[in-house]
């Protein structure tokens, strides 16, 4: 017992041959750093620039991994050309996506799909359940929508139903906040839940289905408290007057079938492309088509496609020009992508740097107990950089780079889906006034920031908690691929 914890101490002090091996070598310098000091750097790197700096979080993200290339192992002419590779080679696995799901959300508002998919929802639970069909359409349209987005198309729907009821105005408010949160966080192609697949090695469809499993309980949850919480707490203003009603006229709005299909069309052809190519015959066209249309790039690009034609046929004539708020979605997009690929390049120099290899040796993965000591890790990590930071899409994509350099070469009694989950949970376990969707929360429902850290901060923690025990219930019994750690 005693020889194995100096063996595991060990490990954070040898004397890996260089010493700033890679940043001069021909000195003959040797050096202390271990991956796991390496690791330290690279996160108070990120954290210092993000924090004390106030740098954006692409440059903090593209410095931290920059600082670990050039103290990872490698020819010193090869440290600076990685990172951009790295950099690179995330930006072409998910950057198109990320702009093709902008754009889906954009043509959901700009025809009306939106407000159908809402009215359908109250239509479906009636007006005594509008809380719940209020989270409901926002776990819907959060998929491709940015939350701050959705919150906007709904709280006109809070504040009209509080005023045909004059009751559950913060219950409305929670309900929203929830139902956006989630599948912001855990369902593609939103950029955090995209890029925690590319990291893992875990399928969009995979992820997809893991997010909405985990998802739905942690909704449920949410629409409890937020029950709870307006039965025991009444808010000192409401800002009904401040409140503009958006005008919808429902005869105009697209069919519900159409305007799903958006969102569905993707999803369906993630999922259930693999097993058309698989059922046909090896070699055949509906194999091959099976195998295209799965293609994440290929299935948004469809769905865009027919965002469009939704915009096309039923956008209200006199209204601004469609490539106009097109360009205004591919131009949001465009920051994502490149502080998704910052943290993908960081993730790949901690790769290089061999920390997973160095955890491997602090952790004996191969025991069950272990292997969910690493979802624990998991949330433990994007829990700390969500307080921190305040950026649940930042904590997301620095937990999953960190948690993707730990992983390597270690064999899981699960799929490693759920690790993306956990994530998921940590990342949205605090919010407060770092956070900008505590800000969108407060500002936009005329909500004070002391009411806000009574009601929506509480309500974060219940999500993340209850996306952390989903997790381990659904990997504990339904572990997919287990023992083999692999997609």
Request: proline residues 6%.
């Amino acid at each position: 017992m005693v020889a194995a914890i100096r063996y595991r101490a060990s490990i954070l002090v040898r004397r890996p041959p260089g010493l700033f091996a890679g940043i001069a070598p021909s000195l003959g310098i040797r050096t202390m750093l271990s991956p796991p000091w390496i690791l330290a750097i690279g996160v108070a790197v990120v954290m210092g620039s993000i924090l004390w700096l106030r740098l954006n979080a692409f440059l903090g993200l593209i410095t931290a991994a920059l600082a670990v290339s050039l103290l990872a192992p490698g020819e010193p002419q090869e440290k600076a050309a990685r990172v951009a590779a790295a950099f690179g080679e995330t930006a072409g696995g998910i950057g198109v996506a990320i702009v093709l799901a902008s754009v889906v959300g954009c043509c959901l508002v700009e025809s009306g799909a939106a407000d159908r998919i809402v009215a359908a929802s109250l239509a479906a639970f009636g007006k005594q359940n509008a809380a719940t069909a209020l989270a409901a359409s926002a776990f819907v349209l959060a998929v491709p929508v940015f939350f701050d987005t959705v919150f906007y198309l709904l709280l006109p729907l809070a504040v009209s139903m509080y005023r045909q009821t004059g009751k559950q105005y913060l219950r409305y408010l929670l309900a929203i906040g929830a139902g956006g949160t989630v599948t912001h966080t855990m369902v593609p192609p939103t950029p955090g839940p995209l890029l925690m697949a590319e990291q893992m090695g875990v399928g969009v469809g995979t992820m997809s289905l893991a997010g909405i499993a985990v998802g739905v309980p942690m909704l449920l949850a949410g629409l409890a408290f937020a029950a709870w919480r307006d039965r025991t707490l009444a808010l000192a203003k409401l800002p009904l007057r401040e409140t503009v009603e958006r005008p919808v006229d429902v005869a105009t709005l697209p069919p519900l079938a159409a305007s799903l299909t958006p969102i569905a069309l993707p999803i369906a052809l993630i999922s259930l492309g693999p097993l058309v190519a698989a059922q046909a015959a090896e070699g055949s066209w509906l194999a091959a088509v099976g195998a295209i249309a799965a293609e994440k790039n290929v299935a948004l690009f469809l769905a865009a496609i027919a965002g469009l034609v939704l915009c096309l046929r039923y956008r209200r004539r006199g209204e601004s020009p469609l490539n106009a708020a097109v360009e205004e979605s591919v131009l949001s997009a465009g920051g994502i992508v490149l502080i998704t690929a910052a943290g993908g390049a960081f993730g790949a120099m901690l790769r290089a740097a061999q920390v997973g290899e160095a955890i491997g040796d602090l952790f004996p993965v191969e025991s069950r107990g272990a292997g969910f000591a690493m979802l624990w890790i998991s949330f433990g990590v994007a829990s700390l950089l969500k307080t921190s930071q305040g950026s649940t899409t930042v904590a997301i994509i620095t937990a999953s780079s960190l948690v993707a350099a730990m992983r390597e070469g270690m064999t899981l009694p699960f799929h490693p889906v759920y690790l993306c989950t956990a994530i998921g949970s940590g990342a949205i376990v605090t919010s407060w006034m770092n956070d900008s969707g505590f800000w969108v929360y407060c500002r936009m429902g005329g909500v004070s920031e002391r009411e806000g850290l009574r009601t929506w901060s509480p309500l974060m923690i219940v999500l993340g908690v209850t996306g952390m025990a989903s997790t381990l219930l659904l990997a504990a019994l339904w572990p997919g691929a287990g023992g083999t750690g692999g997609p």
